[in-house]
């Protein structure tokens, strides 16, 4: 039987690496890989949890690279013959305050939080082994923001029958949208960082019901979560939860034991499934 490997996405700092920490002291019988797209970052994280006592290894990935991502799925498959665990929580968010044009920073907020997002599981899906636990870092501000949207638009978010690339559509439509500064007439939020994590949100009830369809008995679960207001680089000094509060549903999530059947395409927040 082939060792046990998790994938955590963005890792070396934040709630990133407090997911990889919180895995190892749960006991995750396998390795944790510690990913990011700064090779010495990611390595003197590594270098951090197992100071600890724990076993992680460092791979670099930047979510943003189809290559990179490619990379990664070579490397599970020769090392580890598939994948048990994949979590989600590489992204970004613009200050408040930023300079740059809305337009700009939809289309490289986007381009991030949900393509690279998506591009990771498109390289990576194909090595879930039976009873995988796939969970994307979505936010609160994900359901803030759907409610912001036009009623048309939150019908088209909470269609049941949506598909990946009508998803992927209307993703392009926000951005397309915000390029031209007409989003807001248009129905949407006026936040890139919101609307990616509807996507992120919204692709993860997809992903889970193509999964239950495409590989019935399989028990492979995919969730949706909010870690919280935390204190990181990208939320401030301000947020109410540590890294480690913030790692506690990601973490919970990924460990649901064999067998279990929900949650699964859910919007899980303090380790209870929320309203979308």
């Known amino acids: 039987m082939s060792k046990k490997v998790a994938v955590v996405t963005g890792a070396n700092k934040g709630i990133?690496?407090?997911?990889?920490?919180?895995?190892?002291?749960?006991?995750?019988?396998?390795?944790?890989?510690?990913?990011?797209?700064?090779?010495?970052?990611?390595?003197?994280?590594?270098?951090?949890?197992?100071?600890?006592?724990?076993?992680?290894?460092?791979?670099?990935?930047?979510?943003?690279?189809?290559?990179?991502?490619?990379?990664?799925?070579?490397?599970?498959?020769?090392?580890?013959?598939?994948?048990?665990?994949?979590?989600n929580n590489a992204g970004i968010a613009y200050k408040n305050n930023a300079p740059e044009p809305f337009g700009e920073q939809a289309e490289v907020t986007m381009r991030t939080n949900f393509w690279g997002t998506l591009w990771v599981c498109h390289a990576l899906f194909p090595l879930l082994k039976p009873?995988?636990?796939?969970?994307?870092?979505?936010s609160f501000v994900s359901k803030w923001s759907l409610d912001k949207c036009s009623s048309e638009l939150q019908a088209k978010f909470r269609d049941p029958t949506l598909s990946e690339e009508e998803l992927c559509s209307l993703m392009n439509e926000f951005v397309a949208a915000a390029q031209r500064g007409d989003h807001?007439?248009?129905g949407w939020p006026n936040t890139a960082y919101g609307t990616s994590k509807i996507g992120m949100t919204v692709l993860s009830i997809i992903q889970a019901r193509a999964l239950t369809k495409a590989r019935a008995g399989d028990c492979i679960l995919v969730n949706a979560c909010s870690p919280g207001w935390v204190r990181t680089d990208m939320a401030g000094l301000n947020a109410t939860k540590s890294p480690e509060e913030g790692a506690e549903t990601p973490v919970y999530l990924a460990l649901l034991p064999e067998g279990t059947k929900e949650p699964h395409g859910c919007f899980v927040s303090d380790k209870t499934v929320g309203e979308w």
């Open 131 to 138: 009873n995988a636990r796939v969970v994307n870092v979505s």
């Open 16 to 87: 990133g690496f407090a997911i990889v920490k919180g895995l190892c002291e749960a006991g995750f019988a396998g390795d944790v890989i510690l990913t990011a797209r700064n090779e010495q970052l990611g390595r003197e994280a590594v270098e951090k949890i197992r100071s600890a006592g724990h076993r992680a290894v460092f791979h670099k990935l930047d979510i943003t690279n189809q290559s990179s991502a490619l990379e990664l799925q070579k490397f599970l498959k020769e090392n580890y013959g598939g994948l048990d665990v994949l979590i």
């Open 184 to 186: 807001e007439s248009k």
